[in-house]
């Protein structure tokens, strides 16, 4: 799967993802776009997952029709995503278009 890591969404976690593309919005000069103008060029470009740390994107956005889904994790401290990277995995691979999944990761 082609993943998209948002602004706060730690860089190592791409280590965890195993056998997915993952680009980040940082590295394609995304990194000042907001929310829906973020979902809409990482579905022109063929993203399939954004992972964030966004929580209130699920109140911004719409979804629905969306060929992206939406992984949230509940923190931004890499430490602690460290210790879920199997949670945040599972939730990766289970994303389907227009879904949105929120991964508490303590």
Known sequence: MRVLFDQGTPAPLRHALVGHSVETAFDLGWGTLQNG???AAAEAEGFEVLLTTDKNLKFQQNLAGRRLAVVVLSTTSWPRIR???????EAVECARPGSFTEVDVG
Request: net charge neutral; glycine share 0%; aromatic share 0%.
């Open 83 to 89: 210790t879920a990277t199997e949670k945040v995995l």
């Open 37 to 39: 103008a973020l979902l």
